[in-house]
């Protein structure tokens, strides 16, 4: 049955594969950059609440956030 089904169904365009594997490897480095860029923002982030807390002489909240 399965051989039958694979005569039946048409095989798929090599360039649509082509297409569809660079639209996935696209979107995915997308998303890897996106990720990228919030771990960055979180990184300024607390490196700013660790220059507050410093400056504030509160060296124990520093140590803890970083």
């Known amino acids: 049955m399965e ?12 360039k ?14 997308r998303n890897i950059e996106r990720q ?4 960055q923002k979180e ?3 607390v490196q700013k609440a660790i220059k507050e807390a410093a400056k504030r002489n509160d060296m ?3 140590k803890v956030v970083s």
């Open 3 to 14: 051989k039958v089904m694979n005569l039946i169904k048409p095989k798929p365009d090599p």
């Open 16 to 29: 649509q594969i082509l297409r569809d594997w660079q639209r996935k490897l696209r979107q995915e480095c």
């Open 36 to 39: 990228i860029r919030d771990i």
């Open 43 to 45: 990184e300024r982030t």
């Open 60 to 62: 124990v909240s520093a």
